[in-house]
């Protein structure tokens, strides 16, 4: 079983609701387990930034690929 990894930062956006103040987020194998308000022992503070999970830059560059 692999460890998990939680980060907190000074603002969480979920993209439900108001963002979350002071926020953690944890992370096992490369996938969010959890959001919300941890009180895990071990947390690393990313300091005064905004965190938002989930957001992908899906857009492409059709000049880079073989439709053009």
């Known amino acids: 079983m692999s460890s998990i990894k939680t980060y907190r930062a000074r603002y969480l956006y979920t993209g439900q609701g108001d963002p979350i103040e002071r926020g953690t987020l944890s992370v096992r194998d ?5 959001i919300g308000k941890s009180t895990a022992e071990t947390v690393d503070d990313l300091g005064d930034v905004a965190l938002l999970p989930g957001l ?13």
């Open 30 to 34: 490369g996938r969010i387990v959890e």
């Open 56 to 68: 992908i830059n899906v857009h492409c560059h059709l000049e880079f690929s073989q439709l053009t």
